[in-house]
Structures are given as C-alpha cells and as structure tokens.
C-alpha cells in the first residue's frame, strides 16, 4: 500500500485537501499529526504540498481506517453524518445521513457544508428545489429534510443516482420527494425531473460551467427564485459574478471558506 505522508491535520491543511484528490489520492486520512494520503502510484505533486514523504506500507483495510476517521460535519442546522454516527448528532440539529463512497458529496468539503447552510437559511417549505450536479444526493436530500415538496438531483454522472436514491431512502425521505436522473441542463431538462420552473437552484459544480449554465438557471427558476451556487474558487469568482450580471440575477451575495466561494442571487 503506498501512503503520501504530509505535515499537519485536515484542519491546518485544509486548502491543501483537493490537491491530494486532484493528484490521484483514492483516499484522505488523519493520524498523528499527518495527514495519510492513498495512492496507487507515485504521482508529481504541486510544490504547495511537496513536504511530504512516500512510503510503502504493508496492507492494511485502508477504508475502515478512512471510515474510522470521519466525524460528523456540522452545516448551520443540519449536521451532516456517516449512518454509524448518526447517534452523534446533538440534539436540535438535523440529521443527514450521507454514507461514503464513490459519489462527492459526504460534506467533508466546504463547498458542500456551506450549500448545505445556505439552504438551511431559505424558507424551502413546499418548495421544489433543483440540485445541478448531485453527487451523493446530499444538497437534494438536505432540501426535502428542510421542508421542501420536491428535490430533483441531476448528475451527468450516471454512477451517482443509484447511490443519490439509495442515500434518500437511508434518510427516510419519503417516496416521490426526490428524483435522481442522469442528465444535466441544456436543450432539456431530463422529463422525470420535471421540466417547470423550480423555486430554487442549487449547484455545486466550478465557475467556467455555472458560467455555461447561467442562462440555463435562469430559464428554471421562477422570477425571483433563490440561486446558491458553488464549487467557485476565489480566484474565479469574477467569472461567475459576470455571468450572474449578464443574465439579470440580482441582489448578488458572496461567502468565503479558504479559497472556495458560494454565491447566492435571485432570478
Ligand atoms: N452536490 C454534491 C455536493 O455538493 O457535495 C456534489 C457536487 S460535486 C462537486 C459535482 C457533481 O457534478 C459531480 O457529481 C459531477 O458528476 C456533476 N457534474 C459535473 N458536470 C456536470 C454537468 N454539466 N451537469 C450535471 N452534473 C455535472
């Protein structure tokens, strides 16, 4: 088993967490004051996480390790959790169970935790709400457990809607009160996601494709609707403010995390 051994701890480290995974890390782990990366081979690294150290190591059950060290993630109200901690969550939050695994979206990444905040400010009660880019499921599932009527998740993806559904069900979101289809938006949206306009649109993808899709976000929400986007780099978020501008969304408002942005406006 090969391990990129790095100085430091997620928390310390953390703007450093996607270079791991844009590198090839297969998994993410702390110990000890390092933060333990799994790689199938020796890759090049960026010079910003250079001080590290390969090592051989002998096999071990390198995902009940992983598993071992996830803890829960708090978003505003909702507390975001593994099943096997889901006893962890103190009272008065609410519990979204995401279960690990090939998806994005166990909301170990701040961009998913402040999606998940940003919807937990909205009133979504009765709402129907799109998540662009679903992954795990968890801003779709992080909706219908704050009040909304309809969550549909789009993924281009096709491997995430089996885990999206099987994510909601872990929930007990009832039946009908999400849809997972593969597809994504542009000449039409998949049927089964309902081809209205929704009252809210959540998307956590990167700013060149919000920049691609802005027109499309516009042609479905209603006017006024809520728009949280993120996935934004702060180095890219004149990109996305440029293009929310040029389709006519307003009352433009941004939060920072490290280097990742989330924007929200209003059709
Ligand atoms: N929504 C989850 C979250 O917030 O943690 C997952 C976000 S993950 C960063 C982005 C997801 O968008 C991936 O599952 C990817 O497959 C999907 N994706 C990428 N491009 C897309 C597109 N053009 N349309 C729909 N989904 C897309």
């Known amino acids: 088993m090969l391990v990129y051994a790095l100085p430091g701890t997620f928390e310390t480290r953390e703007d450093h967490l996607d270079l791991l995974w844009e590198a090839g890390a297969t998994g993410l782990e702390e110990r000890a004051g390092l933060i333990r990366a799994y790689f199938d081979t020796e890759v090049d690294l960026p010079a910003q996480i250079r001080d590290g150290q390969w090592q051989n190591e002998a096999d071990q059950d390198w995902l009940a390790a992983f598993k071992a060290n996830l803890r829960p993630v708090r ?4 507390t975001i959790v593994p099943p096997w901690l889901r006893t962890e969550v103190e009272s008065g939050q609410l519990p979204l169970v995401i279960e690990p695994g090939m998806a994005f979206g166990t909301g170990h990444h701040a961009t998913t935790r402040m999606a998940v905040e940003a919807l937990g400010n909205l009133d979504l009660q009765g ?3 799109l998540d662009v880019g679903t992954g ?3 801003l ?4 219908a457990l704050l009040g909304a009527a309809q969550a549909a998740g789009v993924d281009i993806d096709p491997i995430t809607i089996p885990i999206a559904r099987e994510n909601a069900q872990e929930n007990g979101v009832p039946e009908g009160r999400t849809v997972f289809v593969e597809g994504t938006l542009g000449d039409e949206l998949p049927e089964q996601a309902g081809d209205e306009e929704f009252d809210v649109l959540v998307a956590n993808l990167y700013a060149e494709l919000h920049d691609l899709l802005a027109a499309e976000y516009v042609a479905h929400l209603r006017p006024g609707g809520p728009l949280v986007l993120t996935g934004i780099l702060t180095s890219k978020l004149g990109m996305v403010q440029d293009a929310l501008n040029r389709e006519g969304f307003s009352g433009i408002q941004v939060r920072e995390d490290g280097e990742w942005v989330l924007v929200t406006a209003s059709a």
């Open 140 to 143: 779709a599932i992080a909706a």
């Open 127 to 129: 709402k129907r709400v």
């Open 75 to 78: 978003a505003g109200r909702v």
């Open 136 to 138: 795990s499921g968890v």
